[in-house]
């Protein structure tokens, strides 16, 4: 069965500082892997998405990921974080032939000026 | 180029009453899959369903729980006799086909049991 890790339940960053966010998957195949953030109250807005080819990927918001299969993982990272990138983000994976996706526990992410 | 549109955005039900939510795809999307986010918790998934046919309910409870998705019309997730544990946000996300889609998701639905 697939699962997903997010190690981190809450960080806490300066604006301006460097973001990664750490998700660990397990999984057999190749999966597909996505980052969703989720505004409180509000749905999850997909940021990007790793399906095959270029194992770095660039999302929107200035956002990127790295898949690296030896480590089984695809932590997200920015820069430069902006006070509007509070929220709460979530890993997850889904496989071809399986569509369900299975997420991690989340990372809520404060941002301090 | 409307989302995925969810309603009612806020539900509360007494014990014992029925929960009726509903979702609209994204136009020319044919794939629905039900979500539901406990309070401090991820998401997990429900069911799965294409018009007129569930695909998989693998993450449904066994009883009080039903999803359907008509050949016209949003799809439904109905709670029959809502028990407190069934507070939660329901996500409805859908997608043009099949797994090699992005799922979009809808703004959610909170249930609130009292």
Redesign the interface.
């Known amino acids: 069965a697939q699962s ?1 890790t997010q190690p981190d339940i809450h960080i806490t960053v300066s604006e301006g500082a460097s973001l990664e966010l750490r998700c660990n998957y397990s999984y057999g195949a190749t999966p ?1 892997l ?1 980052w ?1 953030v989720q505004s409180p ?6 940021l990007l ?1 790793y ?1 095959s080819g270029d194992t770095l990927v660039q999302g929107i918001k200035g956002f990127e990921a790295e898949f690296k299969r030896s480590q089984s993982s695809f932590n997200l990272r920015k820069p430069s974080v902006h006070w509007s990138d509070a929220a709460e983000y ?1 890993c ?1 994976v ?13 990372t809520r992410l404060t941002i301090i000026p | 180029n409307a989302g ?1 549109m969810q309603n009612p955005r806020h539900l509360v039900r007494r014990r014992g009453q029925e929960a009726r939510l509903r979702c609209s795809p994204m136009k020319g999307h044919s ?1 629905v ?1 039900w ?1 539901r986010q406990l309070p401090e ?5 429900m069911v ?1 369903l294409q018009k007129e046919n569930i ?2 309910e ?2 449904m409870p066994k009883e009080r729980f039903s999803a359907e998705f008509p050949k016209e019309g949003p799809s439904i997730l109905r709670i029959q006799q809502v028990v407190r544990g069934d507070s939660a946000a329901y ?1 409805c996300a859908s ?1 043009v086909s ?3 889609e ?7 639905t ?1 249930l609130l049991v009292l």
Request: charged share 15%.
């Open positions: 997903v597909y996505f969703y109250g509000q749905g999850l807005q997909l998405k399906f979530f997850a889904g496989n071809f032939g399986n569509e369900k996706l299975t997420f991690g526990t989340g | 995925v794939h899959y979500y918790e991820g998401l997990k998934f799965y695909i998989d693998s993450g996500f997608s099949n797994s090699q992005t799922q979009y998701f809808g703004p959610g909170r």
